[in-house]
């Protein structure tokens, strides 16, 4: 269960869980206000996989990912190299089964469960010649293996021993790591990973929908998940990539327009696109928003994130960014979210975060794209940017009192279209899962495969689906 801490409560657990602290430095990393963490390495300056492009090859040959260092506080106090955690810490508690406990206050209902709420599992899509993503990825899993499932998914055998190799090299050895092996082209897990919903039973399900056109492996994805997982999966023609849908948890989704021109394509209407959505997600209002101008993703989680059921945090330029279209699209976004009305009949709470002033035409750095971990929040930092990174931190923490907060290197990987939400994807907590092989601690996994031995497509493995 997670505790949440007051203030004077804080420094007492810190000292029975024996946190010692370590002075260090690093002057481009993220500083962390209040709560101790670590921050990614920067990475090298190679090509990487772009969320919009074919998959092509790094042209980077360098070595395993270097050693992450220590983080200063503003006020230069010491840090402990890894995150430690009281005993009572939230979610995981310590072994190889990997119980998860719900987070206290939040009831599970139909639908897809928010962000914020207990999850079972995050998943990191392990690309071996990534260069540009796996600093990133493995700082994500080095800051939340404590509270949360980590499942590394490897293309082959080579990239189970790669990544195998790297996270013992980087010391995150921790038995809430495990490796499976899947065909995937991309590390983009959260575009083409399943939507988790829950029926009008409780009971967890997964949404199948399609991805692109070439990449084929990251397509298939879903279907081996829901095959190892023995979960029901429905396969949805319905075009919607992970990124471009956020819920709240409370049946309010969230889609950037590109969603409707995309299946418009496909000749549907725009009513037929919201009946499906409503249908499939078991949501009662779908709204969907202009997405930043010029980004090429056109996805809603560079703009937007939902911290609680009833607030939305939404990106804000300032003057200083110099992009003025922009910034008047997102104060009308704020605005117009500001009408809906939620399941308690209040209308829901929007918040502004600041956004970082882009500096490469070519990346668009944001502070939304955050990752949710059982009482661990990770947000995107980028070091020209350290003035509007503080103040995106207040705004989260005073959203989430009592949760750690971590700042992560995405200065390289936003060149590709993507930061911490688009590298990772999650599976809500349900009961059921705690007895399956896929969380008994650190092993390597593989899923059967979806094909016969003469490589002929073998008939989609679906267990029934309960409405």
Same mark, same amino acid.
Request: aromatic share 6%; proline share 9%.
């Given at each position: 269960?997670?505790?949440?801490?007051?203030?004077?409560?804080?420094?007492? &657990?810190?000292?029975?869980?024996?946190?010692?602290?370590?002075?260090?430095?690093?002057?481009?990393?993220?500083?962390?206000? +209040?709560?101790?963490?670590?921050?990614?390495?920067?990475?090298?300056?190679?090509?990487?996989?772009?969320?919009?492009?074919?998959? *092509?090859?790094?042209?980077?040959? @360098?070595?395993?990912?270097?050693?992450?260092?220590?983080?200063?506080?503003?006020?230069?106090?010491?840090?402990?190299?890894? &995150?430690?955690?009281?005993?009572?810490?939230?979610?995981? *508690?310590?072994?190889?089964?990997?119980?998860?406990?719900?987070?206290?206050?939040?009831?599970?209902?139909?639908?897809?469960?928010?962000?914020?709420?207990?999850?079972?599992?995050?998943?990191?899509?392990?690309?071996?010649?990534?260069?540009? @993503?796996?600093?990133?990825?493995?700082?994500?899993?080095?800051?939340? =293996?404590?509270?949360?499932?980590?499942?590394?998914?490897?293309?082959?055998?080579?990239?189970?021993?790669?990544?195998?190799?790297?996270? +013992?090299?980087?010391?995150? *050895?921790?038995?809430?790591?495990?490796?499976?092996?899947?065909?995937?082209?991309?590390?983009?897990?959260?575009?083409?990973?399943?939507?988790?919903?829950?029926?009008?039973?409780?009971?967890?399900?997964?949404?199948? @929908?399609?991805?692109?056109?070439?990449?084929?492996?990251?397509?298939?994805?879903?279907?081996?998940?829901?095959?190892?997982?023995?979960?029901?999966?429905?396969?949805?023609?319905? =075009?919607?990539?992970?990124?471009?849908?956020?819920?709240?948890?409370?049946?309010?989704?969230? =889609?950037?327009?590109?969603?409707?021109? #995309?299946?418009?394509?496909?000749?549907?209407?725009?009513?037929?696109?919201?009946?499906?959505?409503?249908?499939?997600?078991?949501?009662?209002?779908?709204?969907?928003?202009?997405?930043?101008?010029? #980004?090429?993703?056109?996805?809603?989680?560079? $703009?937007?994130?939902?911290?609680?059921?009833?607030?939305?945090?939404?990106?804000?330029?300032?003057?200083?960014?110099?992009?003025?279209?922009?910034?008047?699209?997102?104060?009308?976004?704020?605005?117009?979210?500001?009408?809906?009305?939620?399941?308690?009949?209040?209308?829901?709470?929007?918040?502004?975060?600041?956004?970082?002033?882009?500096?490469?035409?070519?990346?668009?750095?944001?502070?939304?794209?955050?990752?949710?971990?059982?009482?661990?929040? $990770?947000?995107?930092?980028?070091? +020209?940017?350290?003035?509007?990174?503080?103040?995106?931190?207040?705004?989260?923490?005073?959203? $989430?009192?009592?949760?750690?907060? @971590?700042?992560?290197?995405?200065?390289?990987?936003?060149?590709?279209?993507?930061? &911490?939400?688009?590298?990772?994807?999650?599976?809500? *907590?349900?009961?059921?899962?705690?007895?399956?092989?896929?969380?008994?601690?650190?092993?390597?996994?593989?899923?059967?495969?979806?094909?016969?031995?003469?490589?002929?497509?073998?008939?989609?493995?679906?267990?029934?689906?309960?409405?």
């Amino acid at each position: 269960m997670v505790v949440r801490l007051s203030s004077r409560l804080l420094p007492l &657990l810190l000292l029975l869980a024996g946190l010692t602290l370590t002075a260090q430095s690093e002057t481009d990393a993220p500083p962390q206000p +209040e709560i101790p963490s670590v921050t990614a390495p920067t990475a090298s300056d190679t090509t990487s996989l772009s969320k919009q492009g074919p998959a *092509a090859a790094p042209t980077s040959a @360098a070595g395993s990912a270097r050693k992450s260092s220590g983080i200063p506080y503003p006020d230069d106090a010491g840090i402990p190299d890894r &995150l430690v955690l009281p005993d009572r810490r939230p979610a995981v *508690a310590s072994g190889a089964a990997g119980r998860i406990d719900a987070l206290p206050g939040v009831r599970h209902t139909g639908g897809p469960a928010g962000e914020y709420t207990t999850q079972q599992a995050l998943l990191l899509a392990w690309i071996p010649d990534n260069e540009d @993503a796996r600093p990133v990825q493995l700082e994500i899993a080095r800051l939340v =293996c404590a509270t949360t499932q980590v499942i590394v998914i490897a293309p082959d055998q080579n990239g189970i021993d790669d990544a195998r190799q790297v996270f +013992e090299n980087e010391n995150i *050895a921790d038995d809430n790591v495990t490796f499976l092996e899947s065909p995937i082209d991309t590390p983009w897990v959260r575009d083409y990973g399943p939507f988790s919903i829950r029926n009008s039973a409780g009971q967890i399900q997964l949404i199948d @929908a399609p991805y692109g056109t070439d990449r084929v492996l990251d397509d298939s994805l879903p279907a081996h998940l829901a095959k190892h997982f023995e979960l029901p999966v429905i396969e949805t023609s319905l =075009c919607v990539e992970g990124g471009n849908l956020l819920s709240n948890g409370d049946g309010l989704l969230v =889609c950037s327009t590109n969603m409707i021109g #995309e299946n418009q394509d496909q000749g549907l209407a725009l009513k037929e696109i919201r009946s499906k959505l409503l249908e499939l997600w078991h949501a009662r209002e779908a709204v969907f928003v202009d997405p930043i101008a010029g #980004e090429p993703t056109g996805h809603v989680d560079m $703009l937007m994130t939902f911290p609680t059921k009833d607030t939305v945090l939404v990106g804000q330029y300032d003057e200083e960014a110099n992009d003025p279209f922009n910034r008047q699209l997102l104060d009308e976004t704020a605005e117009r979210l500001q009408s809906i009305r939620l399941s308690s009949g209040r209308n829901l709470n929007v918040v502004r975060v600041p956004m970082p002033t882009q500096t490469d035409p070519e990346a668009w750095p944001t502070y939304c794209n955050v990752v949710y971990a059982n009482g661990v929040l $990770l947000i995107p930092y980028f070091p +020209e940017n350290r003035d509007s990174y503080h103040r995106a931190v207040t705004v989260f923490r005073r959203i $989430l009192p009592g949760w750690r907060i @971590a700042g992560v290197d995405c200065s390289t990987i936003i060149r590709s279209g993507g930061a &911490l939400h688009c590298l990772t994807t999650t599976i809500p *907590a349900d009961s059921s899962l705690n007895e399956k092989r896929m969380f008994r601690g650190r092993r390597v996994v593989r899923v059967p495969a979806l094909t016969d031995p003469k490589g002929n497509a073998a008939p989609r493995w679906r267990p029934p689906v309960t409405n």
